[in-house]
């Protein structure tokens, strides 16, 4: 099977590299994350100038008409920098319930909002008891008149603090745990009755806490099947996973060379530390490791928009588990091999095991993957 990029993809990775490296050093982040939108909206323009917002999108639809090889190059792109802007909840979370759910109208209402950059989007699912099961929404929508009015509270809505605009998943039918009776619903930022806190992750992102009080709601701001969305829900999550595998081997990349390069020029009894070979062996595990998740980001990107449902999800499952587990033996060693200068705030690879760790828990731990994938009889 051939996995060179094509001329158009390697353009893109060039292109996305060299903007990154010229504009998204660490100390500019530092700034960007301490800025009020918690981001850098100079870079956020770029994006949208560059056509990142309108990637995945049909062409027909104002989009670039790319797919899941060129999301996992931008993903990565921004794993390795530590990307603060919202680009994977608006473009690829959000977007993927415009693009695989959207009528035709709504097609054309939002998408070229989002490719523009004018319209950041989050997904409001997570409740308080909901932990890592999809199917678990206590929050509820009811009739109202030819709308909705939708009640309850979301939990660590990621990039929520600056949304637009909000898919909201809410209960039509059935009680708590059931897979049936599950909608997804937009819902205005600013919208009477809704209310949100907006705080910092442990990454350097932002979240926010999510309550909706009687919110009233047109039968347009449904997307999909009312009492049928979990389907929906899965296929929207799988392609973020996918997106957010590739980040995270960005992110390994990462530290894998932060290290490498510390141990050439720390010294010890006279001599750089990467004269040891017992430190050289703990950086060929770092790299094998990197190099191992990079093929499962590249199994998770072939399969993110696979209509068997079944499969997919396998596919998903070993790849966020193995990724997690990867990039937790990276960041450990990455600490370790750095020493104290390698947990102060003011050096990068403490950030990125912080990412690594927040990329891991996304969505569900590797421990809940691997027990998926368990359940479903394993890959093969």
């Known amino acids: 099977m051939d996995f ?26 530092k700034r960007a994350m301490a800025s009020p939108e918690g981001f850098s909206a100079e870079m956020w323009a770029r994006y949208a100038e560059m056509g990142l917002m309108a990637l995945p999108f049909a062409e027909d639809d104002g989009g670039i008409g790319g797919g ?6 931008v993903a990565e792109a921004f794993g390795r920098v530590l990307a603060l802007e919202p680009w994977m909840t608006t473009v690829i979370t959000g977007g993927g319930f415009v693009r695989l759910a959207g009528s035709a109208a709504q097609r054309a209402a939002l998408i070229p909002e ?36 939708l009640s309850g509270h979301k939990s660590v809505v990621h990039d929520g603090a600056s949304a637009d605009k909000f898919f909201v998943t809410a209960r039509t039918a059935g009680s708590r745990r059931d897979a049936g009776g599950i909608g997804v619903f937009l819902v205005d930022a600013h919208a009477p009755g809704v209310t949100r806190r907006g705080y910092p992750t442990q990454d350097g992102r932002r979240a926010a806490e999510l309550s909706l009080d009687n919110v ?28 957010l595998c590739a980040e995270a081997v960005g992110v390994m990349e990462a530290m894998q060379k932060l290290t490498v390069d510390y141990l050439k020029v720390r010294k010890q009894f006279g001599m750089p530390i990467g004269a040891f070979q017992a430190l050289q062996h703990r950086a060929v595990d770092m790299f094998t490791a990197t190099e191992q ?7 998770a990107a072939m399969m993110a928009d696979d209509d ?6 396998k596919s998903l499952h070993a790849a966020k588990a193995e990724i997690g587990r990867n990039g937790r033996a990276v960041g450990e060693s990455a600490i370790q091999l750095h020493g104290g200068v390698g947990m102060t705030a003011e050096y990068a690879v403490g950030a990125y095991f912080k990412r690594m760790t927040m990329i891991d828990v996304a969505f569900g731990d ?8 368990a359940e479903m009889g394993g890959l093969f």
């Open 4 to 29: 060179d990029f094509s001329d158009e993809q390697t353009l893109l990775k060039d292109q996305l590299d060299r903007l990154l490296a010229d504009r998204y050093g660490f100390e500019e982040r």
């Open 68 to 73: 899941p090889v060129e999301t996992m190059i």
């Open 114 to 149: 989002i490719a523009s950059g004018a319209l950041k989007l989050a997904f409001a699912h997570t409740e308080r008891h909901s932990r890592f099961d999809l199917n678990i929404v206590e929050s509820t929508a009811k009739r109202d008149g030819g709308g909705w009015l």
């Open 216 to 243: 009233a709601i047109d039968a347009e701001a449904v997307f999909g099947d009312s009492e049928n969305g979990l389907s929906l829900v899965h296929a929207v999550v799988d392609q973020t996973i996918a997106a």
């Open 293 to 299: 998740s990079r093929s499962m980001a590249y199994l």
């Open 308 to 313: 068997e449902a079944t499969e997919r999800a």
């Open 366 to 373: 590797s421990d809940h993957h691997v027990g998926r994938l």
